[in-house]
């Protein structure tokens, strides 16, 4: 069978410049995919038939690197700063220019996709890579159109990545030789110098948090659940809160694990595959995600493999960012068309490692903006020296590098979305209880569990509550199945003072956190945060 005579839409590259290329394959299947991977030398098999890539010096997203065209058009809505960092259309058509000449006489991988479950919202994404593992992994992540679709495809946004093609800094206005340029004018997202496939996801995702807004659709970096009879939660959080393990719930239906929507008619995942992290991964722990790593198509990244081919994923010698990306399909209990009811519960984790936030409490709406934009959990220093102090951290939205406009510009959604559907939002502290990292202990994963079960079945609708005097949370007084003593957490402390101490200064932080937002932020918004 030729490799030529794949579905391709009527809009070939000639607005890429690229219409010369003889080398272009258009919309392999996986195997073929996995085929050319493999006689690339980008690839290897594991023992069982997934495809093991490494991803050379960046291992993962290069946040410094990444900037937006400033252009009149869209200059009044970023938020630009040290995240969405300005470049001008000098430098872009210069690398544009550049990248394209490069191109011209390589092989290239074409892969039309869609991303958006909702067809209302749906963006017609293309991504074109020298790298047939670029094609693997938009054909896994992104939604997979019909042959007959392929036919009509006409490409709203284009990623072009040149993973082999660096940047001289000096000369083409980069930071490095890594860059991703995003054009909102020419809607072309521009990446070189580096073969990290999370890239073109999360280029394509900042792209969706721009465009969704602007038609009263929420964007959110959370994963999604629900019951079988569709009562929807969704799960805000960082890295290592448990977005993906407390989602990954055999009981209820995956809607996704990463990148939604929420419009007026519900909930929609922006993906049609899972990008999950793979370190310490178990058959114990995370058993549906680890059944993926054993499939074929499933892509490992940085993943180290021993002599038998068996991927080792307690191993980080690549990176700690080891990953795994499939199909959303691969996971049994995923839903079918990746849309969900309006959420009942909507779910912010946070893994307090002061040891000073409640483990589960129920916020009001102005709290659920405070906390959105704060965006806060702790990260745990090392431990070379004996126990250090761990470290606060604040990303607004739960995602602020891939959130090109204000964070309140969210905020206000979610707060009218949550309002307007009457959803109940709980802050879950998967983190530490009885003291600080280091004094204190990690809240048991079977505890988070239960407490967040009893209160997606709606059993604390009833409950009374008491309000945190620092944190004014509402904490309840019974959860079932929980003992009733770590509820509070300043029971659970045998200081008190220390306990107090430690609150005011975690309320402080988050104080001086909210300070670059109090322009934008209104007075009920201020008044929601701790008591300094």
Not at 183 to 212: A, Q
Not at 394 to 414: D, I, Q, R
Request: hydrophobic share 35%; aromatic share 10%; proline share 5%.
């Amino acid at each position: 069978m030729s490799k030529h005579s794949h579905p391709r839409s009527k809009i070939g590259l000639d607005y890429l410049g690229l219409e010369n290329n003889e080398e272009t394959l258009w919309n392999l299947t996986a195997p073929e995919l996995y085929e050319e991977a493999i006689e690339n030398g980008e690839a290897v098999l594991t023992k069982d038939y997934a495809l093991r890539v490494l991803t050379g010096k960046y291992t993962g997203r290069s946040p410094k690197d990444k900037f937006i065209v400033d252009q009149p058009s869209i200059h009044d809505d970023i938020d630009w700063g040290e995240i969405n960092q300005p470049t001008n259309e000098e430098v872009f058509e210069n690398l544009f220019e550049k990248v394209t000449g490069y191109m011209q006489d390589k092989k290239l991988y074409v892969k039309d996709c869609y991303a958006g479950a909702d067809e209302k919202y749906q963006l017609n994404v293309r991504v074109v890579s020298e790298a047939a593992y670029h094609g693997l992994f938009s054909h896994n992540m992104f939604i997979r159109p019909t042959n007959d679709q392929l036919k009509n495809h006409d490409p709203d946004f284009t990623v072009v990545a040149a993973p082999n093609f660096k940047a001289d800094p000096e000369e083409d206005g980069t930071r490095s030789e890594a860059f991703v340029l995003v054009n909102f004018d020419k809607k072309i997202i521009l990446i070189g110098g580096t073969l990290y496939s999370g890239e073109v996801k999360k280029g394509i995702f900042s792209v969706m948090n721009y465009l969704l807004p602007k038609q009263n659709v929420m964007a959110m970096h959370c994963s999604a659940n629900m019951s079988q009879d569709g009562d929807t939660a969704v799960f805000f959080g960082l890295s290592g809160t448990g977005k993906t393990t407390l989602s990954s719930d055999q009981s209820r239906v995956l809607i996704g694990d990463d990148e939604h929507g929420w419009s007026e008619d519900g909930v929609f995942n922006i993906e049609g595959g899972c990008y999950a992290k793979t370190i310490n991964l178990s058959e114990e722990g995370e058993p549906l995600i680890y059944a993926t790593t054993k499939m074929p198509g499933t892509i490992l990244e940085n993943v180290v493999l021993h002599g038998n081919r068996e991927p080792d994923f307690d191993d980080t010698s690549y990176t700690q960012n080891t990953r795994c990306s499939y199909p959303i399909h691969y996971i049994p209990n995923a839903a079918d068309n990746g849309q969900g009811n309006h959420p009942s519960n909507v779910i912010f984790l946070t893994c307090d490692a002061f040891g000073v936030l409640p483990p589960i409490s129920k916020l009001t709406p102005e709290q659920a903006m405070y906390h959105f934009i704060s965006g806060y959990t702790a990260k745990v220093a090392g431990t070379e020296r004996g126990v250090t102090e761990p470290q606060a951290t604040f990303s607004a939205c739960f995602g602020a590098p891939f959130m090109p406009l204000h964070p309140t510009v969210y905020a206000e959604l979610l707060a009218d979305k949550i309002r307007k559907h009457n959803s109940t939002v709980w802050l879950l502290n998967t983190g530490w209880t009885g003291g600080p990292y280091g004094e204190g202990h990690r809240m048991k994963l079977g505890h988070t569990r239960q407490m967040l079960s009893v209160a997606l079945e709606g059993n604390l609708d009833e409950a009374t509550f008491d309000i945190d005097p620092v944190f004014g949370l509402a904490i309840p007084n019974k959860v079932d199945g929980i003992p009733s003593e770590i509820l509070t957490p300043r029971n659970t402390w045998s200081d008190k003072d220390a306990y107090d101490e430690k609150a005011e200064e975690l309320a402080a932080m988050f104080a001086e956190n909210f300070q670059q937002f109090e322009d934008e932020a209104s007075k009920e918004l201020i008044k929601a945060g701790p008591k300094v």
